[in-house]
């Protein structure tokens, strides 16, 4: 059993994340406004990841945490990725 | 570290008695023994469904149903079989009761949640099983959901679909508390390397629960949202793709028959050493293959879709990945065997379960590779061979695991030895009817007998008399072990607190345990298999 410390985060870091995670929503609502074609696709998919990880970082700790947890986390997101690496595989080739 | 003057978990009493003790306790022995009643309930429930089945099977034509009900009966079969048996199965029974003591701790991490774990089940099993009563008629998809069929059949898909999804809940939740009790409680002293097998396993387990599980849910809501709202996920006609489902539903649905496999090897893994008196041979490669298995199986789903009309090369890719999976597979069967030689082997009751699950197992997996290879698939696709195939892993499997693992510890469990010669007998007569039962599928699949049919041509006439008079052998074999074992549990005798001389920590405390265990937490000063008369 660990007997470190839990880290606390303050009020005002997890207004902040708030704050620049509605931020992105509003991005993610605006730019599909701009005619991107496929990239309008991408666009939304990296501004979701890009708040899934300050949610992870930030409201689920994994920053101030033990590293075993990040990398633990980083795995699992790999594994993801092959999975729909090796699904889009059959996309490309399909049609 | 034993004290019998403590009440045992059974006769301890909390703030409730009686049922209301059962339902509200937070004990990891009386949950794993609340997911064993119902479970079993239920595993009894399909395997009425399949002998139901099989008499309709016995000779062309219609015998005992219509088409309909008969397309009804097996998907409640595989939906009961698959999401309420085998599934949770070894790991939510035998992983509850025994991963704690295992580990020398007094319970799971997260004690509460395990019970609300057990409430989802209970709800997921009643939303599926009422699905057959309520809407316009009972779901006729099979387990598997396909669309676009499930998208267009009136029949009460939604519910069904609902019940899978909480299901999955339960079965996510559990996956956590293991791998968390396994990361903060072991006992000091137990280093990773010094953990049993079974835990290991159920380690691999726990991690495809917690990541493939959500992919089925999310699935499973897709198919709710395209009848209920037309949104275009997977029917062509509104701008989906049939395939995309496919590829989602294997993705989990694969990595879920090691959720039900690995356990049942992790019990196989306790069992072979104890009646070997030698400890696990290869212990390292033991677990490395369990992850193995966990990780490969993540990129395999696509051999159940090689004639889905999938790009070419995905089909060899899965191909290629499909064969990879059988060597860690075949890893553990090569230790098991070179566990046992040399051992001062004991031909007791847990013993022979073992030797019928390397039996059945290895002709589940060796026709796995039949149905893995692009071209041979291509013959054997959607007929009684895959049938066959998976009966002999997920029954032959899980199933033998979990009866070797109910005679391995039932005397642990509640305190009683059976009578082990019915035991044997019962297990003989279950054996045999197994094979007859299911052998000859794979010949009819062979000769082209297509699955799921309610009628046949009459050149499969004799295959599937054979098989239905094996279905007759083996429930009466498992009626002989169900009566032999119900009768242990009322024997006045008790069992010692270790009849079969393991080396595990819960062969070190009383039987039946009392509720935290230990009195002690045990430190521990050596590996899982060490055994003094070898």
């Known amino acids: 059993m660990s007997k470190e410390p839990n880290h606390i985060s303050g009020y005002k870091d997890h207004l902040m994340i708030l704050g620049v995670l509605i931020l992105l929503t509003i991005i993610t609502v605006a730019i599909t406004q701009v005619e991107l074609t496929a990239l309008n696709t991408a666009a939304a998919l990296f ?23 990040l990398i633990m986390t980083v795995l699992v997101l790999i594994l993801i990725a092959a999975v729909i690496g090796i699904t889009v595989i059959d996309y490309i080739d399909r049609y | 570290m034993e004290n019998k003057h403590l009440p045992n978990y059974l006769e301890y009493q909390g703030k409730y008695k009686g049922l209301m003790g059962w339902l509200t306790t937070t004990d990891h022995k009386r949950i794993g023994l609340l997911y064993f009643y119902s479970m079993f309930s ?22 005992l149903m219509e088409a309909q009900t008969y397309n009804a009966l097996f998907t409640l079969h595989g939906l009961t079989m698959i999401f309420l048996f085998v599934i949770p199965g070894v790991a939510a029974v035998f992983g509850n009761f025994f991963l704690p003591i295992m580990l020398g701790a007094k319970d799971v991490a997260f004690p509460k949640l395990n019970l609300l774990s057990w409430y989802l089940y209970i709800l997921g099993a009643l939303i599926v099983l009422s699905s057959q009563f309520m809407g316009d008629g009972p779901p006729d998809t099979g387990w598997t959901f396909y669309a676009p069929y499930s998208l267009k059949t009136q029949t009460n898909v939604v519910a069904a679909v609902f019940g899978a999804f909480v299901l999955g809940f339960s079965s996510i939740l559990t996956g956590l508390n293991f791998i968390t009790t396994m990361h903060r409680l072991r006992a000091p002293g137990m280093g990773w390397k010094r953990m049993p097998i079974f835990a290991w396993t159920l380690y691999a387990t726990g991690w495809i629960q917690i990541l493939a599980t959500p992919i089925v849910g999310i699935t499973l809501l897709m ?3 395209e009848r209920l709202l037309g949104i275009g996920f997977f029917d062509p006609a509104i701008g989906g793709d049939p395939i995309l489902y496919q590829h989602l539903f294997w993705t989990y649905s694969h990595p879920a028959v090691y959720i039900m496999i690995l356990p049942a090897m992790g019990v196989i893994s306790e069992i072979i050493p104890t009646f070997s ?8 490669a033991l677990i490395i293959s369990s992850m193995a298995i966990a990780f490969v199986g993540y990129f395999v789903w696509g051999h159940h879709m090689f004639t889905s009309g999938m790009s070419d090369s995905s089909r060899w890719i899965f191909s290629f990945l499909s064969f990879i999976v059988a060597i860690p597979s075949a890893v553990k069967v090569f230790n098991w065997t070179a566990t046992l030689y040399k051992g001062s082997i004991r031909l007791q009751t847990p013993f022979w379960w073992a030797m019928g699950f390397i039996f059945v197992f290895m002709i589940g997996g060796f026709s796995g590779l039949v149905i893995g290879s692009l071209a041979t698939d291509i013959h054997v696709h959607d007929t009684y061979f895959v049938v066959a195939h998976f009966h002999y892993i997920v029954f032959g499997g899980t199933g033998f695991a979990f009866f070797a693992a109910m005679h391995y510890w039932w005397p642990k469990i509640y305190g009683r030895m059976y009578n082990t010669k019915i035991a044997n007998v019962g297990l003989a007569i279950f054996f045999s009817g197994f094979n007859i039962l299911y052998f000859p599928m794979f010949i009819l699949g062979l000769r ?6 309610y009628d046949y041509l009459p050149q499969f006439t004799d295959g599937n ?7 007759w052998i083996m429930i009466t074999g498992l009626l002989i072990l169900i009566v032999n074992l119900a009768k242990a549990k009322k024997m006045t005798g008790k069992a010692v607190d270790d009849p079969w001389d393991g080396s595990t920590l819960e062969w070190k405390i009383q039987s039946p345990p009392t509720l935290e265990n230990f009195e002690e937490i045990p430190v521990i000063t050596g590996g899982p298999y060490e055994y003094k008369d070898r």
Do not use: W
């Open chain 2, 465 to 471: 008399v054979i098989s239905t008079i094996g279905s």
């Open chain 2, 277 to 284: 008196r030698k400890p696990i041979f290869g212990y390292t």
């Open chain 2, 42 to 63: 239920f595993f009894l429930v399909g395997a009425t469904l399949g002998i139901l089945m099989r008499l309709e099977l016995i000779a062309p034509g219609k015998q």
């Open chain 2, 223 to 225: 198919i709710a949202a």
């Open chain 2, 448 to 453: 082209g007998m297509p699955r799921r049919y």
């Open chain 1, 47 to 69: 501004i979701a990841a890009l708040k899934a990880t300050l949610v992870l970082l930030y409201f689920m700790h994994l920053k101030f945490d033990q590293k075993v947890f």
